[in-house]
């Protein structure tokens, strides 16, 4: 079954969102295939570009939908963890 989490990184530096996207990153449960990241784009492209440009081990891909305000990290599945 499909697991999606969400983090809000609307108000922060981009400092501060990198170190709560570092912090979500490694917390995520192991059967998360997806993680939406809101960091809006009406107060300027700081968070975006941070976010768009941010690396993680455990992102295999990111969506930048028609929505402005929000990017989509698609989690690496773990492959030595047998399926369900």
């Known amino acids: 079954m499909p697991y999606f989490e ?3 990184l609307h108000g ?3 400092q501060a969102a990198k170190e709560k996207l570092d ?3 490694n ?3 192991s059967d998360t295939h997806e993680l939406t ?3 809006g784009y009406r107060s300027g492209t700081a968070l ?3 976010v768009r440009r ?3 081990k455990r992102i295999e891909r990111k969506i930048l939908g028609l929505n402005q305000g929000s990017t989509v990290f698609i989690i690496r599945r773990d492959n030595n963890k047998p399926s369900a």
Do not use: F, G, N
Request: hydrophobic fraction near 35%.
């Open 48 to 50: 975006r570009d941070m």
């Open 6 to 8: 969400q983090t809000d």
């Open 12 to 14: 922060l530096t981009a």
């Open 37 to 39: 990241v809101i960091h």
């Open 54 to 56: 941010y690396k993680h």
């Open 23 to 25: 912090e979500t990153m």
């Open 27 to 29: 917390k995520l449960p």
